[in-house]
């Protein structure tokens, strides 16, 4: 008798703990997908407030979307007056975005990088282009956040003198580093950082040279992942990287295991995941996520026209309704 008590207490813990917040990883019902407003799209995700932060199609201003009351509330505007925001990101207690010239192209000579206390209210500049009216910049429009740590990548050059790097700035301390810095013309550009937990991934290339690579913040170091990578991501201990044009490999940093990602795709680029998917944009305009725990993946027939991209607990995309272009978001957990 004290045995079977015994295992109807322990089912009844089983089922209390998955039923209160527990993780669903299955199929994805695309059918209980929200519509956010037209011309603002998703770049971060704040898992605090359970907010997902917008950018407008012009670059005017940060919202976040309360998932709650389904409320719209102003989060950032410009800094300078003239300039837009080309990129944010967020991880629920900072915000951090781009400001550049308002104009269309990828790359800007007068960017600055701000960073805006969720708690607080204060904006603090982080960074702001060397070159400023002198030369070229490419790459700071790529920024990543998490726990108060935030990474950039830049590229600038002025004709005579290049300078390219990947930076670490501490938000609670004040604390920057390089951790990868070179100076000359022709030497390796960086991009692509990325950051979760205690490891930024970034790529690096040169006429020469290139790869994926994963600094320890605890470890101050840094290792080299692939040599033929490009365009890394990572979370928790999952890193993946694009290797050709759709090739994805997903790799563990405990075991230092690789599993090749099947990916149904002529191409892939911008990839995005959480501790159980992995997505990228691809140009067959559909959604397919793969699903870590299955080694499978899973392929969504909808008219997209950008994304997926995964935030943290949601899944995002714009999809083509007649003329429109509409974003919507996914919660990939019950």
């Known amino acids: 008798m004290r045995y079977k008590f015994v295992g109807i207490f322990l089912l009844f813990l089983f089922l209390v703990f998955t039923g209160c917040g527990a993780k669903a990883v299955g199929q994805l019902d695309i059918e209980e997908a929200v519509s956010l407003p037209e011309k603002h799209y998703p770049v971060g995700f704040d898992s605090y407030g359970k907010r997902i932060l917008l950018l407008g199609n012009a670059g005017g201003r940060l919202e976040f979307y309360n998932i709650k009351n389904k409320e719209v509330e102003m989060a950032v505007e410009p800094v300078i007056t003239g300039k837009s925001i080309k990129n944010a990101t967020t991880d629920g207690k900072y915000v951090a975005w781009v400001e550049a010239t308002n104009d269309n192209k990828m790359w800007s000579d007068d960017w600055s990088i701000y960073v805006k206390d969720l708690k607080s209210g204060e904006i603090k500049k982080v960074d702001e282009s060397r070159f400023a009216g002198k030369g070229v910049s490419e790459g700071q429009f790529s920024v990543s956040i998490d726990d108060g ?12 003198h290049e300078f390219s790097s990947i930076k670490l700035y501490n938000l609670v301390n004040g604390i920057e580093i390089n951790l990868r810095t070179s100076e000359g013309v022709g030497v390796s550009r960086f991009s692509d950082p990325n950051i979760h937990g205690d490891y930024v991934v970034w790529s690096e290339g040169s006429l020469k040279a290139g790869g994926v690579y994963l600094y320890s913040i605890k470890e101050n170091k840094v290792y080299k992942l692939s040599d033929k990578g490009a365009s890394p991501n990572i979370w928790g201990n999952s890193v993946v990287w694009i290797e050709g044009n759709n090739k994805l490999v997903l790799y563990n940093i405990k075991d230092k295991k690789e599993v090749n990602i ?39 027939n909808l008219p997209v026209i950008s994304g997926p991209t995964i935030y943290g607990d949601i899944l995002t995309w714009v999809q083509k309704e007649g003329e429109k272009g509409i974003p919507k978001f996914l919660l990939l957990y019950k």
């Open 262 to 300: 099947p990916t149904y795709s002529k191409e892939v680029w911008a990839i995005s995941l959480n501790e159980d998917y992995v997505t990228w944009y691809s140009s067959e305009y559909n959604i397919k996520v793969y699903n870590i725990q299955k080694n499978e993946t899973n392929v969504i």
């Open 149 to 160: 740590k935030l990474v950039w990548a830049t590229y600038e050059s002025d004709g005579k």
